[in-house]
């Protein structure tokens, strides 16, 4: 039998540091030992009866319930003042054989694969290798769970291949107690499991195209997602290279997206007629407090696998001294016009490293973000059309009205079907600055004063937005969802009732879904 | 009066700079994880186990192995991290007992399962 541990607490905090939020209970659950109960499926099914087991506690105990993976999120959108469950344990993995996908199921079968809630994206990433196959994209990094980055949202800056739920098929939901409420959704357009295999999981098939794109950035509200069948590709290689170029010509390539006729050219990077290729991932960094007429870009390309491609990592990692990042963060509190001095010397360490070229497979280019203390992101989804003038109104903001400890950056996505997904644009340009986590002073605004002034000077200046799920925002500005998402919302809150009873409703809301209005 | 002080300000500085830590990691595989943690180190969110203690081996002994092995804190026996740190009263203490009593201070974190 899976176990489940449990720890009376008072507080709860995300890896960053960004609350404490209150809670009661902590629930951590650990499958059963491959040795007492070898097979994939056994231990899957009993995790989700133990699963059942503590939903049904947490109902006669007229309480509220969250499952959480890494704790990466910057807000509270995985936190419940009741009852938290720490998923992480749950990882187990299996490849979908041909003859366990439906009659009419188009993906090829052998890039399907089911994962367990608490699997890593680094996890997932090497299990798929071992498979010679690789995910289709990432975040920046790799230690958030599968169920986190699909509920959330993340995304990396696949222009062409989108954000972590846009490769995910299928979702394995517990909804309640009950046998019935263990169900695998799936588009009806797109099916991809066959039903008696979906049923030895003792689930029941939900096909349904508006719901499952509801489901799929649910925001931990559709129920306990206990698995996901991801489609992945054939592993590949990303050659990466950052360069400094003309701030005029990065933006271009911003609001057109048009590579091809760009004067942006990568000896080795062009066609026959010497235009340029279309890179997979494209991403662009703005010291705000700098007036350099240049800026530096990361820019990859995508490339077949082939062995012996020079190792991407170092041999050595260095890592700044905690004390003197808690100094910064001191003296930006209390002295904030030395912000833009800070973030020059610190240049070497935010930035990558100019003129490098790196070729690895995409788990070893997006690889481990260790924990270097408390630290914030707000992160905003616009069309990238509209690159330029939001990248220009938010550098103006954080110069006149801060400085704010950190730096922008704006990645380019492509759009989503997830109902709530923040890439929602045809092309997400996703801008965000992150850096240092501070408190008030008397010299330098709050972090949630700041994010207000975001979403106000975006609204002022007519530029449609999104903001990220798991990032740092006024998540209280009124009429918010709506203005971001218009009737995508109630649409998202009409799929949820329809899959919830109301008392599960009550249990996987939390003040996260009532602050912004989708409960 | 110079000289002794200059002795000491050099026998403090090189106490303090043999104290250093040397950290190890795997590229592969990921950290064990421990929500119940509230460490707000490097080591955030993972389940560490420290071992700070001193190893007696006979003298005839060239060195010693120290076996990590499966535990709560270690669940698939497998190193991810390890982090040792070497101290001036290690060496010391190694040097004055000819080698037969050695400081052991290390971190690891294991493989999650």
């Not at chain 1, 235009?275 to 705000?288: G, L, S, T, V, Y």
């Amino acid at each position: 039998m899976a176990t489940t541990k449990i720890k009376q607490l008072n507080e709860w905090n995300t890896l960053h540091s960004n609350g404490p939020f209150p809670l009661k209970i902590l629930y951590q659950t650990k499958l059963e030992g491959e040795r007492v109960m070898p097979s994939k499926i056994e231990r899957y099914n009993d995790a989700a009866l133990e699963i059942q087991r503590l939903i049904k506690e947490t109902k006669h105990a007229g309480e509220g319930f969250r499952a959480y993976g890494s704790a990466w999120s910057m807000n509270n959108i995985a936190s419940n003042k009741d009852r938290m469950h720490f998923n992480g344990f749950m990882n187990i993995s299996m490849p979908i054989h041909a003859n366990e996908c439906h009659q009419e199921n188009t993906y090829d079968p052998t890039n399907l694969f089911l994962f367990e809630c608490g699997n890593t994206i680094k996890e997932i990433s090497e299990t798929l290798a071992e498979h010679g196959k690789s995910l289709k994209t990432s975040g920046a990094s790799n230690g958030q769970t599968i169920a986190g980055c699909v509920s959330t949202g993340v995304h990396g800056s696949g222009i062409d291949s989108g954000s972590v739920q846009d490769y995910v098929v299928g979702l394995n939901l517990i909804i309640g107690p009950n046998t019935e409420d263990n169900i695998f959704l799936e588009p009806k357009s797109k099916p991809v499991l066959l039903d008696n295999f979906v049923n030895s999981l003792n689930s029941r098939v939900i096909r349904d195209d508006d719901l499952f794109h509801a489901a799929l950035v649910g925001l931990g509200s559709f129920g306990f997602i206990h698995g996901v069948v991801v489609e992945a590709e054939p592993v590949f290689l990303l050659k990466r290279y950052v360069k400094k170029i003309d701030k005029n010509l990065a933006f271009e390539l911003a609001n057109t997206m048009d590579f091809k006729n760009s004067a942006f050219v990568i000896p080795g990077e062009s066609n026959a007629q010497g235009k340029a290729n279309r890179p997979f991932h494209f991403k662009i960094f703005i010291n705000q407090y700098s007036d350099d007429s240049d800026c530096v870009v990361e820019v990859m390309y995508k490339k077949p696998y082939q062995k012996n491609y020079p190792d991407p990592f170092p041999v050595i990692k260095e890592s700044l001294y905690r004390d003197l990042i808690y100094l910064f963060v001191r003296l930006a509190e209390n002295c904030p016009k030395s912000i833009p001095w800070l973030v020059k010397r610190l240049g070497n360490t935010i930035l990558p490293e100019e003129q490098k070229e790196t070729t690895g497979m995409l788990k070893e280019i997006f690889w481990d973000a260790p924990y270097q203390g408390p630290a914030f992101a707000c992160s905003f989804g616009i069309h990238h059309r509209n690159s330029e003038k939001a990248m220009n109104l938010l550098s103006k903001l954080t110069r006149e009205e801060g400085p704010i400890p950190g730096i922008f950056a704006l990645r380019f996505v492509k759009g989503t079907k997830a109902t709530l997904g923040f890439t929602k644009f045809p092309i997400t340009c996703v801008i965000e600055i992150d850096g240092l986590l501070w408190k008030k002073t008397r010299k330098i605004m709050s972090l949630e004063e700041y994010s207000k002034r975001m979403i106000a000077v975006l609204k002022e200046n007519n530029i449609p937005f999104t903001i990220h799920w798991g990032k740092n925002s006024y998540w209280k500005f009124p009429g918010l969802v709506n203005h971001m998402y218009g009737g995508s919302s109630d649409k998202w809150v009409e799929e949820r009732k329809k899959l919830l009873s109301s008392e599960m409703q009550d249990m996987f809301t939390n003040k996260f879904i009532r602050i912004v209005g989708l409960d | 009066m110079k000289q002794i002080i200059f002795t000491l300000f050099v026998c403090g500085l090189s106490f303090l700079t043999s104290c250093y830590s040397v950290r190890l990691r795997n590229v592969n595989g990921a950290p064990q994880p421990d929500p119940f943690s509230n460490r707000e180190d490097y080591y955030r969110g993972m389940a560490v186990v420290e071992i700070d203690t001193v190893i007696t081996i006979n003298l005839a002994s060239k060195d010693f192995t120290y076996l990590i092995k499966e535990q709560d804190g270690c669940e698939s026996g497998k190193l991810n991290i390890i982090e040792y740190r070497n101290t001036f009263g290690g060496i010391l203490l190694s040097a004055i007992t000819f080698g037969k009593k050695r400081k052991v201070k290390v971190k690891y974190v294991c493989q999650k399962l």
